[in-house]
């Protein structure tokens, strides 16, 4: 054998060692830990406090957004009615034309480019509370302006351009794949909007408590007022869980204020599920009443949950949160803190409460887990169906058939309750 071929052999050898070293270091590697589901509800005591404590809400998800390691689940698609047939109708349809029209802009027909990217806004538009996905909506005006300005329509290039840039605006040039002139006048939209003037927008719902969203960002807990915004065409979105979505294409004025009633429509959940978060935020306080807060994990699908309450003192208001564990059924940790509802810094106060919230109960969940639950001696959420007063009676005989398996014959008593519940010391 000459000096190539033993080389050879050996280099096969050494890789097929390495290969076989890489896929067990692949095998034995673990697995990324998946994140936990949670969520948070603020729940008001008082019902005076009720529309707070939905603002409140919004803060802590907020924080918890920000959090690493948990996916907070979007309750309002979770929960809310389904997509009506005429929307995936609308969706393909849009989809279809924004095709149509990116293929259009690569033949140079610039009159096909505007009329499809037209089409794809309109059903876009016509699908209300569930227009999506965002992104396709942006490009059909991004496609509409570029077709209008490939014609010459200054004026109507300028108009999709606002629109583009009210619904973002930060959208970057380098995306606008066109010639140098529409270039600059993307930008010159985009120097416009900034001096743009500014109006209002109030809205009211039935029933109240809605998440209001206004060009795709969550601003506010229906019935509120939005002020600031730029004149022009705005995507408004209400949504609310247990119920249908609902959408629409408002145009605000300058200086003027543009009010909305909007009657929500009830979904497969509908008001039974805020009743029940009503329960679980009244109870999780209460050990005896824990099957209200188990029933909410199990309809979600959470792994855990802060819950807090709104409760009114003599003079001030104060929120006292809860993190409840459902591996272990128990809260991992409680914390409280006085605020003043009506100070312009609640909401910063809130979100600085919450941040050290998530810290130290994230760390107490984690500890409380690795400890178990001294009481009985497991982790598991198996007796979760059951009674809680049959489940904790079959604990104590447990625990006293044990007991008086550890006392010296001489003190053993010869009385028959005796062995079946010694607990009377406790």
Not at 25 to 48: C, G, I, Y
Not at 353 to 364: D, E, N, P, S
């Amino acid at each position: 054998m000459n000096a190539r071929n033993v080389r050879r052999q050996w280099g096969w050898v050494c890789g097929g060692l390495l290969w076989v070293l890489t896929l067990s270091a692949a095998q034995s590697a673990p697995s990324p830990k998946k994140p936990e589901r949670t969520q948070a509800f603020v729940v008001a005591l008082n019902d005076d406090y009720d529309h707070t404590a939905r603002k409140l809400t919004l803060v802590f998800r907020e924080v918890m957004l920000e959090a690493q390691g948990i996916e907070v689940l979007d309750l309002a698609n979770r929960l809310g009615r389904a997509a009506p047939k005429q929307v995936l109708q609308l969706r393909k349809k849009a989809n279809q034309a924004l095709v149509a029209a990116r293929q259009a802009k690569i033949d140079l027909e610039l009159e096909q480019i505007s009329v499809l990217a037209r089409q794809a806004r309109e059903s876009f538009e016509n699908m209300g509370g569930y227009l999506a996905p965002l992104a396709g909506y942006k490009e059909s005006l991004l496609l509409l302006a570029i077709g209008e300005a490939m014609q010459g329509h200054r004026k109507m290039a300028l108009s999709a351009f606002f629109d583009l840039l009210i619904l973002d605006p930060r959208f970057p040039a380098s995306q606008i794949k066109a010639e140098s002139f529409v270039v600059n006048l993307f930008k010159e939209a985009k120097q416009g909007v900034a001096k743009r003037a500014r109006g209002s927008l109030s809205i009211k719902s039935q029933p109240p408590g809605s998440n209001i969203y206004v060009d795709g960002k969550l601003v506010g807990i229906s019935p509120d007022s939005i002020d600031g915004l730029v004149a022009g065409r705005h995507l408004v979105m209400l949504k609310r869980p247990g119920y249908q979505h609902w959408g629409k294409v408002v145009r605000v004025e300058a200086g003027n204020l543009v009010s909305l009633n909007v009657e929500m429509k009830g979904g497969k959940a509908g008001a039974g599920f805020e009743s029940m978060v009503r329960r679980a935020g009244q109870a999780v306080s209460d050990r005896n009443l824990v099957g209200q807060v188990i029933r909410l994990g199990q309809v979600i699908g959470l792994d855990w949950v802060v819950l807090s309450q709104l409760d009114q003192d003599p003079g001030e208001i104060i929120l006292t949160a809860y993190l409840f564990d459902y591996k272990t059924s128990r809260v991992a940790h409680r914390a409280n803190i006085t605020i003043d509802a009506h100070s312009y810094s609640v909401n910063e106060d809130i979100h600085n409460f919450g941040k050290i919230f998530l810290v130290q109960g994230r760390a107490a969940l984690e500890k409380m887990r690795k400890e178990g639950d001294p009481l009985s001696g497991r982790l598991g959420t198996e007796d979760w169906d059951r009674n809680e007063s049959e489940s904790a009676h079959e604990h104590r005989q447990t625990e006293a058939a044990q007991e008086h398996k550890r006392r010296p014959p001489q003190e053993r008593s010869g009385d028959p309750l005796d062995r079946i519940d010694g607990t009377e010391d406790w």
